[in-house]
């Protein structure tokens, strides 16, 4: 258990020191390309937490993701609640820039 948690840890920090490499809106799409991923479904994802613990993992204040799907809504991405439609998903990609594992 303790070998599990250490490797959470420096799998977090790794990826939160990675973060400040990419814009916030490349953090996002990146993070909505993994939770596509995870959930296999290329067209709508669930975030596993409320808005503000997202930005927080993002490295993001709440009101910057607000302003980030603000403007990409209706483009590649519609949000109700907590669910999130992908309308682009190749566009997505393109925006993430790069996926990292």
Aim: include cysteine; proline fraction near 2%; hydrophobic fraction near 35%.
């Amino acid at each position: 258990m303790l070998e599990y948690v250490a490797k959470q840890f420096r799998n977090n920090t790794s990826q939160t020191s990675s973060n400040y490499h990419c814009s916030g809106s490349q953090r996002l799409f990146c993070y909505l390309v993994k939770l596509s991923i995870i959930q296999d479904n290329r067209k709508k994802v669930v975030l596993p937490h409320s808005k503000s613990l997202v930005a927080a993992e993002l490295c993001i204040t709440p009101e910057n993701l607000s302003r980030i799907i603000t403007r990409f809504r209706g483009e590649i991405l519609e949000v109700n609640g907590s669910e999130i439609t992908i309308l682009n998903y190749a566009q997505l990609i393109s925006l993430c820039g790069h996926i990292r594992a």
